[in-house]
């Protein structure tokens, strides 16, 4: 099943997920956006040390991963492992082609998600106390 996605202007995106598991990647991500944020808020109203803030790189990285998940309608960790979940169980992706394009789609939702963790970080650990 190709849709068009976020994945680039001539790019199909090919779901490895449903509506259902789609919800629970993004109330997962979106909590761990919330941790990270009331984290970084609780190390600078105590004055932390800048160090310490770098622990919220863990929290981002599974925030921004949760969101582009459900963006891209891919998860990363059934890609690995060759399967899709449109929301009745676990099974096979027996399409090379297909199997390729959501572990492409999968890489690209990692990277994204490390980048956005890695600024979001950087920012935190910038900010004066």
Do not use: Y
Not at 13 to 19: E, K, L, M, W
């Amino acid at each position: 099943m190709t849709e068009p996605g976020i994945l680039g202007p001539n790019q199909a995106c090919v779901a490895n997920i449903g509506p259902t598991e789609r919800r629970r990647r993004l109330v997962g991500g979106v909590s761990m956006l919330a941790v990270t944020v009331a984290a970084a808020g609780f190390l600078l109203w105590f004055d932390a040390p800048r160090l310490w803030r770098v622990s919220l790189f863990v929290p981002a990285w599974l925030g921004a991963l949760g969101v582009f998940q459900v963006r891209a309608k891919t998860c990363v960790a059934l890609a690995g492992r060759g399967l899709r979940n449109m929301d009745a169980g676990d099974e096979a992706i027996t399409d090379p082609r297909e199997l390729a394009q959501v572990r492409s789609q999968s890489r690209q939702v990692h990277v994204r998600a490390v980048l956005i963790a890695a600024l979001v970080t950087t920012l935190i650990v910038l900010l004066p106390a």
